[in-house]
């Protein structure tokens, strides 16, 4: 009766010392119990030239070494079996989920969360980035991942410059620990997104704040990116939440040093009632970006709907408010998957804050 398995290191010996003998390979396959072709494919895994020392020619031999090397490489090569080769349902789920959603592998899983799905096999993360570079899925590849499959460069030292003028308020520097350790909630992080130098022709932009602690995200499309422009997007804010509730939910905003941010006692102030203030503005070190990292982080999100080069006159309000949208219901693996319009709405909650 034939075996059907693969050859062992002392089948690969045997196989050479039997060659020494003179054994023909059907015999060598009857002697070992395998078909005949199985050994043939060995020989031919295993041949090399070597120089026959009396007549100095060349003839094919069997090396068991060479044999044992190239199969251990193939082996390694082949890698283990696919976890998700027979859970099409899985499969399927990933790659539209990625590719509906423009999500990363990681907010696959947030998502499967959110709407309940259960399936039979579990993958972790990096089996998921495995199986994309390897090409394994119908119709999605690295590029249709949210950083193309690039990775992020490490951070490089730069000389700190000197300010080109003072900042407009109080320094980073001089925030309470429970801000900087987002312990409590109402403390923001700003800027402005804009189409760049040289790629259209308009000055209106995004201007964008991120609350530091659930990570929520509100984008305001504005004309230009002007002091008094800013100031009227924060007006219009305090306007449509009212004085209360916006001193609830916006303690303090941390700002980079752009002019568009130079009005900081006009942002300070109320519209409502200039005789309060509305909340607390503080700036970063200039060059500093990194210090209002988690606004940093959701603007490259905004860039992968709204890439560099967008005219932002021609993105309606509905587009920007998509946008919002898919940015905090974006599963967080910081939160457990959880969205940040679901931790922003937990600490509305606890304020008795209703929207």
Same mark, same amino acid.
């Given at each position: 009766?034939?075996?059907?398995?693969?050859?062992?290191?002392?089948?690969?010996?045997?196989?050479?010392?039997?060659?020494?003998?003179?054994?023909?390979?059907?015999?060598?396959?009857?002697?070992?119990?395998?078909?005949?072709?199985?050994?043939?494919?060995?020989?031919?895994?295993?041949?090399?030239?070597?120089?026959?020392?009396?007549?100095?020619?060349?003839?094919?031999?069997?090396?068991?070494?060479?044999?044992?090397?190239?199969?251990?490489?193939?082996?390694?090569?082949?890698?283990?079996?696919?976890?998700?080769?027979?859970?099409?349902?899985?499969?399927?789920?990933?790659?539209?989920?990625?590719?509906?959603?423009?999500?990363?592998?990681?907010?696959?899983?947030?998502?499967?969360?959110?709407?309940?799905?259960?399936?039979?096999?579990?993958?972790?993360?990096?089996?998921?980035?495995?199986?994309?570079?390897?090409?394994? /899925?119908?119709?999605?590849?690295?590029?249709?991942?949210?950083?193309?499959?690039?990775? #992020?460069?490490?951070?490089?030292?730069?000389?700190?410059?000197?300010?080109?003028?003072?900042?407009?308020?109080?320094?980073?520097?001089?925030?309470?620990?429970?801000?900087?350790?987002?312990?409590? /909630?109402?403390?923001?992080?700003?800027?402005?997104?804009?189409?760049?130098?040289?790629?259209?022709?308009?000055?209106?932009?995004?201007?964008?704040?991120?609350?530091?602690?659930?990570?929520?995200?509100?984008?305001?499309?504005?004309?230009?990116?002007?002091?008094?422009?800013?100031?009227?997007?924060?007006?219009?804010?305090?306007?449509?939440?009212?004085?209360?509730? /916006?001193?609830?939910?916006?303690?303090?905003?941390?700002?980079?040093?752009?002019?568009?941010?130079?009005?900081?006692?006009?942002?300070?102030?109320?519209?409502?009632? #200039?005789?309060?203030?509305?909340?607390?503005?503080?700036?970063?070190?200039?060059?500093?970006?990194?210090?209002?990292?988690?606004?940093?982080?959701?603007?490259?999100?905004?860039?992968?709907?709204?890439?560099?080069?967008?005219?932002?006159?021609?993105?309606?309000?509905?587009?920007?408010?998509?946008?919002?949208?898919?940015?905090?219901?974006?599963?967080?693996?910081?939160?457990?998957?959880?969205?940040?319009?679901?931790? /922003?709405?937990?600490?509305?909650?606890?304020?008795?804050?209703?929207?």
């Amino acid at each position: 009766m034939r075996r059907f398995k693969h050859l062992t290191w002392t089948d690969r010996l045997r196989i050479e010392k039997w060659l020494n003998e003179g054994m023909k390979p059907k015999d060598i396959a009857s002697k070992l119990r395998v078909h005949i072709s199985t050994v043939y494919n060995e020989l031919h895994r295993g041949e090399y030239q070597r120089l026959v020392g009396d007549t100095w020619e060349l003839v094919s031999a069997y090396s068991p070494d060479i044999a044992e090397q190239k199969y251990q490489a193939h082996l390694r090569d082949k890698g283990p079996a696919l976890k998700i080769g027979k859970d099409y349902e899985l499969a399927n789920y990933i790659e539209t989920t990625i590719l509906n959603k423009e999500c990363s592998p990681a907010a696959v899983f947030g998502y499967a969360q959110q709407e309940g799905k259960q399936f039979k096999t579990s993958v972790s993360v990096q089996t998921i980035y495995h199986y994309i570079k390897k090409g394994l /899925f119908l119709n999605l590849t690295q590029e249709e991942l949210p950083r193309h499959g690039k990775h #992020k460069q490490a951070y490089k030292k730069v000389c700190k410059k000197e300010a080109a003028r003072a900042p407009a308020g109080e320094s980073i520097e001089q925030r309470p620990p429970e801000v900087k350790e987002r312990q409590e /909630f109402g403390h923001w992080e700003g800027d402005t997104v804009y189409s760049g130098k040289g790629k259209v022709k308009t000055t209106c932009a995004l201007f964008t704040m991120t609350e530091r602690k659930t990570r929520n995200e509100i984008i305001i499309g504005v004309p230009n990116r002007k002091a008094e422009t800013i100031v009227k997007a924060v007006d219009a804010l305090e306007r449509k939440l009212g004085a209360r509730k /916006f001193r609830l939910i916006f303690k303090s905003i941390t700002f980079d040093n752009g002019t568009e941010f130079a009005a900081a006692d006009m942002l300070e102030r109320s519209c409502i009632n #200039k005789t309060i203030p509305r909340t607390k503005i503080y700036f970063c070190h200039p060059y500093s970006s990194w210090e209002r990292g988690s606004n940093e982080h959701v603007n490259g999100m905004i860039r992968r709907k709204h890439p560099k080069g967008t005219d932002f006159s021609k993105v309606s309000k509905e587009q920007l408010a998509e946008t919002e949208k898919w940015i905090n219901e974006y599963p967080r693996k910081i939160f457990g998957y959880k969205s940040s319009a679901i931790m /922003f709405q937990q600490c509305l909650n606890e304020l008795g804050i209703a929207m």
